[in-house]
């Protein structure tokens, strides 16, 4: 009976430690979508986020460590979209052939001039597209998973169901002629095609970009002749231009949006779902009648 039992509890010793180097080591770009990949790959998945909370993914420079990150990495999830111009750099640096998964396909991007407008996680029903190219890409490099992997992408889905429902009912109960912001920078187009709120930013797609004092002029002008009730911060952004701006035209500053990064698990958006319901209270609170 004794020598059943230490075989069994050798047996349990051998399996646990093995199935805990299962754990398949993922690199995402930034950390809204490193959220998408934890949500979906659950305990089976190490996830290392390159571009942290309160990053800028448009400016960041890649460091010699993030390299050794994509190096030991089985897939690199990535925005796509124009979003993460330094990527190629760092995936030759990282001397191998990192299998890289672009987290947009399947949407339709937006277009700012010429550019196409990266920031698609703005609206609810594009983050389920990046939830549901998140599930494939796993379940295709850990077969054994899939099923675990497919499970928690319809948990998380079901969420983001429920928090696009929540989003339209808050915009329904803001007056139409009130339905306009001023924001840094164009990070927002999704949300207002998805929701119906006007922004206007003196900033495009990238924050690389300055705006000059003619367009700074032009949307101070905008913003009196349209009566545009309130202007918003971002948290990757400098805050003297919209601080600016509010000063010389009397539209409040409503507080802080979250457009390209999440906060640290203590601040306002520590989750993509988080992330989503502060905007739209901040929103429904400074665009409120």
């Known amino acids: 009976m004794r020598l059943v039992l230490l075989i069994g509890l050798l047996c349990i010793a051998a399996i646990a430690p093995a199935h805990a180097q299962e754990r398949m080591n993922v690199v995402a770009s930034f950390s809204i979508l490193g959220d998408f990949v934890k949500n979906v790959g659950g305990d089976r998945v190490n996830v290392t986020t390159l571009v942290g909370p309160d990053s800028d993914s448009h400016v960041y420079s890649p460091s010699p460590a993030d390299a050794r990150k994509v190096a030991d990495a089985k897939l690199v999830f990535v925005n796509g979209l124009g979003m993460e111009g330094w990527l190629p750099r760092l995936v030759k640096s990282a001397g191998k052939k990192a299998a890289i998964v672009t987290a947009t396909n399947g949407i339709t991007p937006l277009k700012y001039g010429s550019d196409a407008d990266p920031h698609a996680w703005q609206s609810v029903a594009n983050a389920k597209i990046y939830v549901a190219n998140v599930h494939v ?153």
């Open 137 to 289: 890409a796993l379940s295709a490099a850990s077969p054994a998973d899939a099923e675990f992997f497919k499970s928690n992408a319809e948990a998380y889905s079901a969420k983001l169901d429920a928090l696009d429902r929540d989003v339209r009912e808050a915009t329904a109960k803001i007056p139409e002629g009130r339905r306009k912001v001023i924001s840094t920078h164009s990070a927002f187009g999704y949300f207002a095609a998805a929701y119906g709120i006007q922004f206007i930013a003196p900033v495009g797609v990238s924050t690389e970009s300055e705006p000059s004092a003619r367009d700074i002029a032009a949307i101070i002008t905008q913003i009196k002749s349209a009566k545009i009730p309130a202007v918003f911060l971002e948290n990757i952004s400098d805050p003297r231009l919209i601080r600016r701006i509010s000063e010389e035209t009397g539209a409040r500053v409503g507080g802080t949006l979250y457009s390209d990064s999440l906060t640290g698990e203590k601040g306002d958006a520590p989750t993509y779902i988080d992330m989503v319901r502060h905007n739209i209270k901040a929103l429904t609170r400074a665009l409120g009648a």
